[in-house]
């Protein structure tokens, strides 16, 4: 190597041993600083938040065409590019080939490349590119954080050229980061069954962040204001912080690390750091949400996410690359690293919450639970839903009607030839509902509550049209079960393009809406697949 790019100081005392990771996209391998636990099983570039210079997946064909162009190849040198290319990958995850050589890392590069002469060829053929390509990591001073506790029975490498390829890859939960309690043992091998239980979310009236209130602590009532000061079992999150607020602390840490600020994008649209943010800081951070492969709580709502098949990964890349590092800084909430905190998460809803309102609330009556998921309802196979929901219109107020199989209506069909559904027979208007709705809101004393109707793409939500959709399919429970919300929010175009609209049409149904349903909604459920099916007509 020139002298020039040598650094100056003597070869560090380096105990311990390196951690390799090999990301299942590209398959490049890099090494794991402490302070970091990452799953090597869902290790991918853009997880590397330590190095993030080296956090874009680069395959061998890619590496091939740009070494080319450098003009760095030699046609004395016979290795193959698979060769060179993880050759250049084992050396600069190390600090490049001058850190290597000043620290004597060549045994440790020689037995992850199975190259003996790894360093003759690094000099002939890859210095000069790495000095036009490589701006990772040099760790010229840090060399050591490189460096974990050796395992018993494990020995560091020769000096020898031929050693044998290293055995261990990488720990089977990698190295506990240094903020992280370690999870135990216990946890690995007996992980808790959530498909029964759920979480329940709460909206803060204030600044409209989710809070998942813990098992054993009532949902607030109707009558009661929620903020998220009031979380008193997750105490490091009790704070309100909206998403302006959000977006500007998360562009300051950005810039001062000197990263790109720009939202990025999921699927082709613009990705909401604030609410995905949110969602997994509640649920214990992103090491809690892989460990325990919860990420469906983030898709499974979403029409554009739930059905790509790759999205779980996709969410996880986007995650650690823009937000992994800057939650390994800011949070300080709860983990829920043991099968005991977990159970604190997930409530289980056929027991009633234990615990205290909050003085001067009301107990929140049965029928006015703001979680209902829980309820039973049968799911339509996706092989019984073969065609398409016909939806008709009333001549006289409006209102949609989906149309049973084997029904007809006439051309000047109104609600009271509703013979399917007859509870549903009779024409509610749009002013009408707004006043009963009020009404309801105000007897339950919020009566200005409505006057926060959120808009979605600068369209304010019409309550009415929503309550009416969500209704004619059976009300709240049998859409969530079935995954039916597509079926109301693609009858309006400027809602169908966004990644987070069932998420944003679920929180403003279940804020405003479902309380008033669970009152007076008397129709068809729809909750059996016999009765569910008459709705598909091909």
């Not at 709240?476 to 393009?497: E, F, G």
């Amino acid at each position: 190597l020139p002298p020039s790019s040598a650094p100056t100081q003597s070869p560090a005392n380096l105990e311990g041993e390196l951690v390799w990771l090999e990301c299942i996209t590209c398959g490049q391998p890099t090494t794991l600083e402490r302070g970091y636990c990452i799953d090597p099983s869902t290790f991918t570039c853009p997880c590397n938040t330590w190095n993030p210079s080296l956090a874009l997946c680069c395959s061998e064909a890619q590496f091939a065409e740009a070494w080319q162009h450098t003009g760095a190849n030699n046609p004395l040198v016979s290795e193959k590019m698979h060769d060179l290319w993880r050759l250049y990958c084992i050396v600069t995850s190390l600090g490049g080939g001058a850190t290597v050589t000043t620290h004597q890392l060549w045994p440790h590069v020689v037995a992850r490349s199975h190259l003996p002469r790894a360093a003759a060829i690094y000099a002939t053929c890859l210095a000069a590119y790495q000095a036009a390509n490589f701006s990772g990591k040099t760790y010229e001073a840090e060399l050591q954080v490189l460096f974990h506790p050796q395992l018993p029975g494990t020995n560091p490498p020769s000096e020898a050229s031929d050693l044998p390829p290293l055995k261990r890859k990488c720990r089977s939960k990698g190295p506990q980061p240094l903020d992280l309690p370690p999870i135990p043992e216990t946890t690995a091998s007996k992980r808790v069954d959530v498909r029964y239980l759920e979480i329940g979310w709460v909206a803060c009236d204030q600044c409209d962040q989710w809070t998942a209130v813990a098992r054993g602590h009532p949902l607030p009532s109707v009558k009661q204001k929620w903020l998220c000061e009031k979380n008193t079992w997750n105490p490091a999150l009790a704070k309100c912080m909206p998403q302006k607020e959000f977006m500007a602390q998360w562009s300051a840490f950005r810039q001062a690390r000197h990263e790109d600020t720009a939202p990025p994008q999921l699927l082709g649209e613009e990705f909401d750091l604030w609410e995905v943010y949110n969602i997994i800081t509640q649920m214990g951070g992103f090491n809690t949400m892989c460990y325990n492969n919860w990420w469906f709580v983030i898709w499974k709502d979403r029409e554009n996410w739930m059905h790509h098949p790759t999205i779980e990964k996709d969410l996880q890349g986007v995650y650690a690359r823009y937000l992994l590092a800057y939650e390994n800084h800011f949070f300080k909430g709860n983990r829920y690293g043991t099968p005991d905190l977990i159970l604190h998460l997930w409530r289980d809803p056929t027991q009633p919450a234990t615990g205290t309102q909050p003085a001067g609330t009301d107990t929140e009556p049965a029928h006015l639970h703001p979680n209902p998921d829980h309820q039973t309802v049968q799911p339509l196979p996706s092989a019984l839903q073969v065609g398409r929901i016909i939806w008709i219109q009333c001549k006289a107020c409006h209102q949609l009607a989906t149309l049973e199989h084997p029904h007809t209506p006439g051309p000047q069909w109104v609600c009271t030839q509703n013979t399917w559904n007859k509870a549903m027979g009779q024409c509610v208007r749009e002013a009408a509902f707004n006043e009963a709705l009020h009404a309801f809101w105000a007897q339950h004393g919020k009566p200005d509550l409505l006057k926060g109707v959120p808009s979605i793409k600068g369209q304010l939500v019409n309550l009415w049209w929503l309550y009416n959709c969500v209704t004619q399919l059976g009300g709240w429970a049998t859409v969530a079960a079935n995954v039916w919300m597509s079926q109301i929010y693609r009858k309006i175009p400027t809602w169908a393009a966004l990644t987070s609209i069932g998420y944003l049409v679920k929180k403003t149904y279940l804020k405003y809406l479902y309380p008033y349903e669970a009152a007076h909604f008397n129709g068809k459920r729809y909750d059996t697949i016999e009765e569910a099916a008459k709705l598909w007509q091909k």
